[in-house]
Structure formats: C-alpha cells, structure tokens
C-alpha cells in the first residue's frame, strides 16, 4: 500500500496511455472538467461573455513520458496536441497521432519518441475525421471522411497536397 511513483502533475484528465520500451506515454484530454462548466456558464454581458469564450478556447492537451519504475518525468513534449486524441500508430520511435478539438477541426502529428520532439513541429490541419492510420513504405497513410493523402514519415509533409477527395469512405 505505500506509493512507489513520486506524484505528477497534469494540466487536464488523462486520455490515453501508450506503454513504450521508453517509458508510460501519457496523452492529456483538451479540456479540464472546470473549463467545461467555465465555458457553459459566466453570466451575462460582455465580460460573461469574454469568459466563457475563452474558457471554451483553452488547449490542455498534452503528450509527456514517464519513466515505468519511478514515475519521474522523462519529457514533456514541446509536441502542440491540438484537441482529444482520436488515433494513434506507434512505428518504431515514431509515434502519429490524430486529434480533434471540440470544435471539430482535425490534426495529424508525428512525434520522434527518443527526443520527445515534433516532427511536424505544428500539428497538420486536415480535412474531416480521421477513420484510418497505417504505415505504408511511403509513411502513413491516412483516410479521413473528407479525404486520403500520405505524410512522409521524416519530415511530416503531404505526399499529395490536396490529397485525394472521397465521399463517404
């Protein structure tokens, strides 16, 4: 009953945990329940208003990797996650991630998991939501409801830039 994992401090809610031979990779949710109930309420007039439009547009998601044994914190990943994570594909020390955020824009991201860094540096924007990842020799391949493209896997840029226009995929 003693604790062994020194406690962490998390911006919002976990989403997801990936176990890694690197360690727990720990994804956070966008939002906290108290930004929830911020952006559903904060009275009337301007300032009301303000609140509640800001409470609504705070980003706490978030991917960091903690050390299995001690709990210690091995990074906290400058990776921008943009909304809740919706798939992920781990591919060797890559690690690709699709999100959304509550207003319904979608992301793809690739992490290099040794550095805890962003490949794509910022989170790509693509159109509709994300029904497909898989690794494919040209990288990953992704079909959403909108469209199918393929990001090279080494620098994250769009095989295709437009990608391929489907209806009901």
């Not at 959304?100 to 805890?116: F, H, K, M, P, Q």
């Amino acid at each position: 009953g003693k604790e062994v994992w020194k406690r962490v401090e998390l911006p919002s809610p976990i989403a997801h945990i990936l176990f890694d031979e690197r360690g727990m990779l720990v994804a956070t949710a966008e939002k906290r329940q108290e930004d929830i109930q911020k952006s559903k309420s904060g009275g009337g007039g301007l300032i009301g208003n303000l609140k509640k439009s800001s409470a609504g547009k705070k980003n706490r998601a978030t991917l960091m990797c903690l050390d299995m044994a001690t709990g210690a914190e091995k990074w906290n990943s400058d990776v921008d996650l943009k909304g809740d994570l919706l798939a992920y594909k781990l591919n060797g020390k890559k690690l690709i991630l699709a999100t959304e955020t509550d207003r319904g824009t979608n992301y793809i991201s690739i992490v290099d998991l040794d550095a805890g860094k962003s490949i794509t540096k910022k989170p790509l924007e693509i159109k509709g939501t994300v029904q497909d990842l898989q690794i494919v020799p040209q990288g990953v391949y992704f079909r959403t409801t909108d469209q199918i493209n393929i990001l090279d896997l080494e620098t994250g840029d769009k095989t295709w830039k437009k990608g391929f226009a489907v209806k009901q995929c």
